[in-house]
């Protein structure tokens, strides 16, 4: 499968895949709209490799069976009542700073290896048939959560085409690779969540791990407006971010964030490329440009803005994951980037969130 997120790392204007990154990406959700010139690579989310998972159908990208929250609307189908619930601002390990409110990390991802890397840190038991480890991280106060699509029947998206069910993922579970899905489901997890540090992940091209520095700021040259900075997705009957069709935020984000007008991101990166590196799995680099404008691009966007207007969030950022990139060496990288991230936070010195009303 000819994947735009692929095709974007390595051509950043750049479409990755077929012309989509993870939030620590469906590949990496990057994108631009691809010219498919280049020879066929594997699809990156701003596009990821496809990997299998513990789960083969279910789950629900907004509020479905396979859902982790309960949200107030929904794109997709739900069955039963499969919601792991929402965080209790009052439960154990993570209370910490001066008000004893709960302190969530959360991290976001797209196909694989980024929707497998982060399985431990899931709530849903659809989608982490083990232990939750997210509770009080290793004791630095923070609860980490995890979000992330499932590609049946086979786990694999780059079996099939961009737009194609199975490389968007099922409706029953959060994130599919579709703009529209992904804008309800980014605001439904944050509201609920609040997370004071937020990283979206999502598959690349050939570098293993690939830090941002950069989203936003497409559509030089456009003369249409925002939705058609962005790559089409193939996928429903609107297959561009329209106005109508996501959250006022999205809308805002990218109507804001286009020809020129980018957000730095807010993740330590240079301590994350020495720690990455001094693991010795792949190549780590620091990229200047941006995720690309396909979904990567377009969830790393999100993440940023979302540092901007939520006081409470104090890190923010997208990392692509390279295609092919083996399970255990991404799980390695992105359990150091999260020590690196959160040693420059001490929990009990961040504002609490805002209550939620």
């Given amino acids: 499968m000819h994947s735009r997120e692929t095709e974007e790392s390595t051509s950043r204007t750049r479409t990755y895949g077929y012309g989509l990154v993870a939030l620590l990406g469906a590949g990496g959700l990057v994108f631009l709209a691809s010219t498919c ?27 479905g069976p396979g859902s982790t929250t309960a949200p107030p609307a929904s794109t997709t189908t739900s069955d039963s009542a ?35 890397m982060l399985r431990p840190w899931s709530t849903n038991p659809r989608q982490n048939p083990g232990r939750w480890v997210g509770e009080n991280w290793e004791g630095y106060g923070f609860d980490v959560y995890s979000f992330f699509p499932e590609f049946p029947p086979d786990g694999d998206p780059s079996n ?31 509201d609920t969540y609040q997370p004071v540090i937020l990283l979206t992940t999502s598959r690349g091209g050939g570098i293993g791990w690939e830090i941002e520095a950069l989203e936003g700021g497409h ?16 996928h429903g009957a609107v297959q561009f971010p329209t106005q109508e069709t996501i959250e006022a935020r999205s809308w805002d984000a990218i109507s804001t964030h286009r020809q020129g007008r980018t ?40 993440g940023l803005y979302y540092n901007q207007i939520a006081p409470h969030n104090v890190a923010a950022g997208h990392i692509h994951v390279g295609f092919g990139l083996p399970v255990g060496d991404a799980s390695a990288l992105i359990e150091r980037t999260l020590h690196v991230v959160l040693q420059q936070h001490a929990a009990d010195r961040l504002e609490c969130p805002a209550q939620r009303e």
């Fill in 37 to 63: 010139s280049d020879p066929p690579t594997p699809p990156s989310d701003g596009s990821t490799d496809s990997g299998t998972g513990p789960v083969a159908t279910a789950g629900s990208s907004s509020g």
């Fill in 82 to 116: 499969d919601s792991t619930g929402t965080p209790d601002d009052s439960s154990s390990g993570s209370t910490t700073g001066a008000s004893s409110c709960a302190k969530n990390v959360v991290l976001m991802g797209y196909w694989p290896p980024t929707n497998e």
């Fill in 160 to 190: 099939d085409s961009i737009g194609d069910d199975g490389a968007v993922g099922s409706p029953r579970f959060d994130l599919r690779v579709d703009y529209q899905a992904t804008s309800a489901d980014f605001w439904r997890l944050v």
């Fill in 219 to 234: 559509g030089e040259g456009n003369a249409g407006g925002p939705a058609f900075d962005w790559s089409s997705d193939q």
């Fill in 263 to 302: 957000l730095p991101s807010q993740l330590p990166m240079d301590e994350i490329l020495a720690a990455a590196e001094e693991l010795g799995l792949t190549n780590v680099e620091i990229n200047n440009g941006t995720s690309g404008n396909f979904l990567s691009g377009f969830l790393g966007l999100h």
